[in-house]
């Protein structure tokens, strides 16, 4: 019998929870500090992942988790990108 693929998992870092790493966004800080999404899911740097959820969202933005995150200031347009990007994916 064929072994079943394992889903790699990821956490949300405004919920905490986990889903499938295919259903969230990636935002990735590279080594030069430059914050970039990364819908390839393969861009090398530091990731993190958020839901595909307005909730989320919101909260990223509300307590700008991708500063804490990323142990830097995050620019005020790159939330801005992440909210466009949502919702014209909807």
Avoid: H, Q, W
């Avoid at 259903?23 to 819908?39: A, C, P, Q, T």
């Avoid at 989320?56 to 830097?72: D, H």
């Amino acid at each position: 019998m064929p072994k079943a693929k394992k889903i790699p998992m990821r956490t949300c870092i405004a919920c905490r929870g986990e889903k499938p790493k295919k259903e969230m966004l990636r935002v990735v800080r590279n080594s030069e500090g430059k914050i970039s999404l990364d819908f390839s899911g393969k861009l090398p740097g530091r990731g993190a992942y958020i839901c595909d959820s307005a909730d989320c969202i919101k909260r990223l933005r509300k307590y700008r988790l991708l500063n804490k995150t990323f142990s830097c200031e995050v620019p005020e347009e790159v939330y801005t990108r992440i909210e466009e990007e949502f919702s014209g994916g909807r």
